[in-house]
């Protein structure tokens, strides 16, 4: 009987432990927008308050918005904006457009037609010029008279690149729609470029507002923390309460421990970015099995190594001592050149120095055997050409430039097995 009985509590506990990650991996890989963006509260409320004079007021605007690339804090301020419109759902039009998708004016106004749903009032009506084209699909969109046409938005992802389009023909029928009262219109810009106005041709930027909202974000560590909180809690529905109250308060101890405040430092203090976070938090809770139920301190630490873990220092830990040898010889070279770019002989001259005067411990391979280490780590992309395709060159007398530095290759040599003191005592004459 009591062998069924804790058969049983370990089928309820397994289940219990598969909905959390469940539960949890959908949170953390299927990001939705929050209902406010944290940290941003001022932007959020500036561009609000442009986003309400057109919807209610009819009134035209043009914004950028500059923040870092991707990530939810980027697009939430805006989306979010849109959202808490109530007009929006009702009265406002929006017209997404991305710069990686839109590469050029044609496919861009193509897609503000489908957008608008004005495939079949365009039909197959030829227009003489791109204004003349826009001008008519803002016209088709009024419901009669001026004052009742339809604000759009237009909302452009990755707006620098759409400078680079001919003539800047988009931008500057967008931006001058924007200025004149024929259409209520306001152009939000998202970009990371910094200097993104000076892209711009005199006669785009003479008709844009130059107003421009920065995504600094202010968070702080105690919000961030919070967040790390809300994020590992079960929702209220959980269908085992007693399991599901019990992980909460194992969440709760997490946030008092010392070392789990020193990782959020960390990463914290390295990007504020909930996407990291995201990540530390997923390697954590694939942790989490019937055996080990709740989330450890020692979970979240070993997800901080993994997700911290240098690829590069990882390949260097399975390289022969061969291979070791050569990036030696590469990093010899760097020091003697001054950093410029090596080849094959160079490095394999290199190399049979330090065999001939120094070394009693490694033999002397043949040349085909080394040119092999060496395409071995071209492949591993430890080196990599300088002008790759420009010029036909003997794969001996290829330029390469060495992608590691110091501290990775001296890592890897501590850690290898039985490391010949010879090759490390030449290693640290070129590392020094």
Avoid at 44 to 51: C, M, S, T
Avoid at 254 to 268: A, G, N, Q, T, Y
Wanted: with cysteine.
């Amino acid at each position: 009987m009591s062998k069924h009985k804790s058969g049983a509590n370990c089928s309820a506990a397994g289940e219990c432990v598969s909905e959390v990650q469940r539960i949890l991996r959908e949170r953390f890989c299927h990001q939705r927008l929050p209902d406010k963006p944290m940290g941003l509260e001022s932007q959020y409320k500036h561009l609000l308050e442009l986003l309400r004079r057109t919807a209610v007021h009819g009134e035209s605007n043009s914004v950028l918005i500059v923040g870092p690339r991707g990530g939810v804090s980027f697009l939430s301020v805006c989306h979010v904006s849109l959202l808490d419109l109530q007009e929006v759902k009702k009265n406002v039009l929006l017209v997404q457009l991305s710069g990686l998708l839109q590469t050029d004016d044609r496919i861009a106004l193509r897609e503000i037609t489908r957008q608008l749903h004005l495939e079949n009032v365009v039909g197959d009506r030829v227009f003489g010029s791109f204004a003349e084209n826009l001008v008519f699909l803002l016209e088709a969109l009024k419901k009669g008279d001026k004052s009742s046409s339809r604000p759009v938005f237009f909302i452009l992802e990755e707006f620098d690149l759409f400078a680079h389009h001919k003539n800047q023909t988009l931008l500057y029928n967008l931006l001058d729609v924007s200025q004149s009262a024929q259409t209520p219109v306001t152009v939000v810009g998202l970009t990371c470029r910094l200097d993104v106005l000076e892209l711009l041709e005199k006669r785009v930027k003479s008709r844009f507002s130059h107003r421009q909202i920065h995504l600094l974000s202010s968070l702080s560590f105690c919000q961030y923390r919070d967040a790390f909180r809300s994020k590992l809690s079960l929702p209220d529905d959980f269908p085992d309460s007693k399991f599901s109250q019990d992980w909460n308060v194992s969440i709760l101890k997490l946030c008092e421990d010392k070392s789990v405040d020193e990782i959020l430092r960390k990463h914290f203090n390295s990007s504020t970015d909930f996407r990291s976070l995201h990540l530390l938090l997923l390697l954590a809770v694939s942790r989490v099995s019937v055996s080990n139920p709740t989330l450890r301190a020692a979970d979240i630490l070993e997800a901080s190594r993994m997700s911290n873990a240098d690829t590069k220092a990882n390949i260097l830990h399975g390289l022969s001592i061969l291979e070791l040898c050569l990036i030696i010889a590469m990093k010899h070279l760097n020091d003697t050149y001054e950093g410029e770019p090596f080849n094959f002989q160079m490095v394999h001259n290199e190399f049979k120095k330090f065999i001939q005067r120094k070394s009693h411990s490694i033999h002397n391979f043949e040349q085909p055997v080394v040119l092999k280490a060496f395409e071995h780590l071209l492949q591993l992309e430890l080196i990599r050409p300088v002008d790759a395709g420009v010029c036909k060159v003997q794969r001996e007398y290829q330029l390469m430039c060495l992608m590691l530095d110091q501290t990775q290759v001296m890592e890897a040599l501590q850690r290898y097995p039985q490391c010949p003191t010879d090759v490390k005592q030449w290693a640290s004459s070129a590392f020094g």
